[in-house]
Antibody
Framework: QVQLVQSGAEVKKPGASVKVSCKAS????????MHWVRQAPGQGLEWMGI????????SYAQKFQGRVTMTRDTSTSTVYMELSSLRSEDTAVYYC????????????WGQGTMVTVSS | EIVMTQSPATLSVSPGERATLSCRAS??????LAWYQQKPGQAPRLLIY???TRATGIPARFSGSGSGTEFTLTISSLQSEDFAVYYC?????????FGQGTKLEIK
C-alpha cells in the first residue's frame, strides 16, 4: 500500500541541525511532489516547502529560507528535510506529505517526527 | 501570502446533527481548496479537494462547497468518529497556507 515512513524522534540543542527522512513506498516515487509541513504543540499546520523527487528542484516558504534544505535519494525513494540553527520555536512534529491535484494538496502523510529543541 | 480564516474556532454539536464549518481566504483561491481532519496524535487526513470533491474512501456525509474566497465543509449527520479538528488549506498560490483549524466537539 501507499505509505510514507518517517525517521524517529529527535532531541537537539539550540543552534544544532536536524535531518528528518521520509521513505516512500507503494507508488512511483518520482511521479509526485513531496511537501514538508510542521505542527508545533497544540498549534495548527505550517507549510515549509516542496521538493520534486524527479529533478530535485525545491521551493521553500520564505520563513525557512536559508535554514531548510530538502533533498531526495531516488535509489531509496527517500526525501530528507534538514533544518539548521534550531531554536526552541522549532519544537514541533514534522510531517512529509505527498502532493496531488496540481501537486499541492496532500493525500498521503507520514506518521510525523517529533523534534524537540531544548538546552 | 494568502491568509485562511476558519470559523468558528470551536463548534459543539450533538451526534446525529449537522455541522457546518467555514473557511475564508484573504484573496481568491478559485476552487483550489482542501479540507483535512486531524485526530489527536495522528497525521491529518484529506477529506475534500477541489473545494467539493471527496477524497478516496471519504463517507458521503462529508461535503464541501464554495469557490473564490468563501468555503464550507458540511458533515450531515455526525458520527462519534467525526469529532476532531478540521483544517482548510489553499493550494492556489505559494506559499501554501492553512486555516487555524476548527475543533468539532461533542455537545
Amino acid at each position: 500500500q501507499v505509505q510514507l515512513v518517517q525517521s524517529g524522534a529527535e532531541v537537539k540543542k539550540p543552534g544544532a541541525s536536524v535531518k528528518v527522512s521520509c521513505k516512500a513506498s507503494g507508488y512511483t516515487f518520482t511521479s509526485y511532489y513531496m511537501h514538508w509541513v510542521r505542527q508545533a504543540p497544540g498549534q495548527g499546520l505550517e507549510w515549509m516547502g516542496i521538493i520534486n523527487p524527479s529533478g530535485g528542484s525545491t521551493s521553500y516558504a520564505q520563513k525557512f529560507q536559508g535554514r531548510v534544505t530538502m533533498t531526495r535519494d531516488t535509489s531509496t525513494s527517500t526525501v530528507y528535510m534538514e533544518l539548521s540553527s534550531l531554536r526552541s520555536e522549532d519544537t514541533a512534529v514534522y510531517y512529509c506529505a505527498r502532493g496531488v491535484y496540481s501537486g499541492n494538496a496532500f493525500d498521503i502523510w507520514g506518521q510525523g517526527t517529533m523534534v524537540t529543541v531544548s538546552s | 501570502e494568502i491568509v485562511m480564516t476558519q470559523s468558528p474556532a470551536t463548534l459543539s454539536v450533538s451526534p446525529g446533527e449537522r455541522a457546518t464549518l467555514s473557511c475564508r481566504a484573504s484573496q481568491s483561491v478559485s476552487s483550489n481548496l482542501a479540507w483535512y481532519q486531524q485526530k489527536p496524535g495522528q497525521a491529518p487526513r484529506l477529506l475534500i479537494y477541489g473545494a467539493s470533491t471527496r477524497a478516496t474512501g471519504i463517507p458521503a456525509r462529508f461535503s464541501g462547497s464554495g469557490s473564490g474566497t468563501e468555503f464550507t465543509l458540511t458533515i450531515s449527520s455526525l458520527q462519534s468518529e467525526d469529532f476532531a479538528v478540521y483544517y482548510c488549506q489553499q493550494y492556489n498560490n505559494w506559499p501554501l497556507s492553512f486555516g487555524q483549524g476548527t475543533k468539532l466537539e461533542i455537545k
